[in-house]
């Protein structure tokens, strides 16, 4: 559940911080850990991978808290409605109340909205590793493309909140000094220990582009299937399933549950966002060419 990058954004126009720096990620350099896919892999052939974002995974828990802060403000609304209506005095002897109820419902009717409205948009935005041409294309939030060579991406450890950290990739200037824009991959760890772990989707990402799909292909045992269609709730649960599996039984139960009481506002948040579309010169990129040996997509799931 870290929206950060969506709410807030990712501070822009400014220096690389020493943090950072200390804290790169260099395409050259193997870390030594496991390549891990972590079921994020949307298609992988020899010219590209398309990967999902890290706000695939929550997505409708902000249409949750939503709709239930609206639903809860009409309730409100409503009842005191019914409750003046039934004085004697009827709603005119409220309706100076009843006014300050409805000045005050306004601005929290209209945070809410605005909840609803970021979590809207696109079912998700992908990130598509261009092997072909060593450049990175992602989809950001207004639904532009960014491109950026490979090789000039500056990658790095990223604290957003606490201990939580992602992997997150900078784009900068021309001078290589100033962050421009900014895209994180799909995993995040809370604490230190997570931290190392990431180390592994990094090494899987890095792995591809910097060796190809030889090494990597062998690892994904499913693809999402995203790219064409809205994800069904039979494989959400089995993707919950997946990433749950490494965590005790009961905590997984709690939170399949947690899952399940949100869906709704999932179903909700993905059939009113578009699915992605890459221009066509990218989205042939995605298309393996017959008889390529490290196709993969959600048609050769088992």
């Known amino acids: 559940m870290e929206y950060t990058g969506k709410v807030p954004k990712y501070k822009v126009n400014r220096p690389i911080t020493n943090q950072e720096l200390e804290l790169k990620l260099e395409q050259k350099i193997n870390s030594g850990a496991q390549p891990n896919y972590q079921l994020s892999v949307i298609s ?10 890290k706000f695939f995974l929550w997505k409708g ?5 939503a709709i239930a802060g609206l639903a809860l403000i009409t309730w409100m609304l409503i009842g005191n409605i019914l409750i003046s209506y039934d004085k004697p005095s009827g ?18 009717a209209l945070l809410n909205l605005w909840i609803l409205h970021k979590d809207l948009g696109f079912t998700h935005y992908p990130i598509l590793l261009d092997r072909l041409n060593g450049k990175v294309h992602f989809f950001r939030q207004d639904g532009s493309v960014s491109s950026s060579k490979w090789s000039d991406i500056f990658f790095c450890f990223a604290r957003v909140k606490n201990q939580t950290w992602e992997i997150q990739g900078h784009i900068l200037d021309e001078n290589q000094e ?28 890095r792995t591809y582009m910097e060796n190809g ?6 690892e994904i045992e499913a693809c999402l299937p995203i790219s064409q269609k809205k994800e069904t709730f039979i494989f959400a649960m089995l993707r919950m399933r997946y990433i749950l599996s490494s ?6 139960l709690i939170l399949l549950a947690f899952y399940l009481l949100i869906y709704p506002a999932r179903w909700i948040a993905m059939h009113a966002s578009k699915i992605p579309k890459w221009p066509a010169e990218l ?20």
Do not use: C
């Open 91 to 108: 709603l005119a002897g409220d309706w100076g109340f009843l006014l300050a109820i409805l000045l005050m419902a306004i601005p929290v």
């Open 61 to 65: 828990l902000l249409t949750f808290v």
């Open 247 to 252: 965590i005790p039984f009961p905590l997984q």
């Open 283 to 302: 989205e042939a990129l995605s298309h393996a060419a017959p008889g390529d040996p490290y196709h993969r997509d959600a048609s050769t799931n088992t």
């Open 44 to 53: 992988i052939n020899s010219k590209s991978m398309q990967l999902v974002d």
């Open 213 to 218: 799909p030889s090494e990597v292909a062998s």
């Open 178 to 205: 100033i962050v421009i824009d900014t895209f994180s991959f799909s995993e995040v760890g809370v604490g230190e220990q997570d931290r190392q772990q990431l180390l592994s989707y990094w090494e899987f990402v």
